[in-house]
């Protein structure tokens, strides 16, 4: 089982940066690899920019602890059992963004490659939010 966590702090209250992200449908408002993300059901279509898409389904969220869980269902990476959370973080008046995940690649021998594929998505995505955020 791969695992990547990825996490940032920005100097912002917990609630404004879980104004930005805490909703499922709003990450294609914040992360530049995502063009639409619209949620039906409990179930997230992602559009990508470039191409592609991602079905993810909502599996945990709670506005009350800043966080969400979510699986890929249908997605364009050589992998199964994909769950990732996100959370915002009280940092003693700032915030702590982290997004982390597991999967299992299809091809062991790919792991390494898509571990460092994923943080780099993610990382980009915390950019963001980070950069939107900050006081």
Partial sequence: MAAVQTSIDVNAAPE???ALIGSPDSISDWHPA?????V???VRRCTLEGGGSLVEAIIEHSDQGRFYVYDVTEGPFPMS???S???VE???GSSRVV???NFEPDDPASEAEMVATFASIYQ???DVVRDRCQN
């Fill in 16 to 18: 404004t940066v879980w």
């Fill in 34 to 38: 995502i063009a639409t993300s619209p």
């Fill in 40 to 42: 039906s059901d409990g």
């Fill in 81 to 83: 059992g994909y769950r």
């Fill in 85 to 87: 959370r996100i959370s």
């Fill in 90 to 92: 009280d940092a003693a």
């Fill in 99 to 101: 997004w982390d995940t």
């Fill in 124 to 126: 980009a995505g915390l």
